[in-house]
């Protein structure tokens, strides 16, 4: 059974920074790739980053510069380093297996609050 765990969200200012951790089991971590997307309210679902097997990353450009995605295979973690954190980065950040024999698989969010 897949499962994806997300934790490190939270109330944060403006400027501030934050790391979520997506902690999975199920799955041969080593060999898979590994998103964050992010959904604020009212909108829809969109990708942040991914990191590959070989850990090639790609950022969406709204978060170029400004996040990292980074990957520890002995610990079947994906991270997203949070940087400079704006209200508009506000949504609830979800971990993502785009593809793992066919299926893609969800984590349930953790919610980032971007406020003073």
């Known amino acids: 059974q897949v499962q994806l765990v997300e934790s490190g969200g939270g109330l944060v200012q403006p400027g501030g920074s934050l790391r979520l951790s997506c902690t999975t089991s199920?799955?041969?971590?080593?060999?898979?790739?590994m998103a964050w997307y992010r959904q604020a309210p009212g909108a829809q679902r969109d990708l942040v980053a991914q990191?590959?097997?070989?850990?090639?990353?790609y950022y969406a450009d709204s978060v170029k510069g400004q996040f990292t995605i980074s990957r520890d295979n002995a610990k079947n973690t994906v991270y997203l380093q949070m940087n400079s954190l704006k209200p508009e980065d506000t949504a609830v950040y979800y971990c993502?297996?785009?593809?793992?024999?066919?299926?893609?698989?969800w984590g349930k969010g953790t919610l980032v609050t971007v406020s003073s």
């Open positions: 993502n297996v785009p593809s793992y024999f066919g299926m893609t698989y």
């Open positions: 199920g799955i041969i971590f080593s060999k898979t790739a």
């Open positions: 990191i590959t097997s070989d850990s090639n990353t």
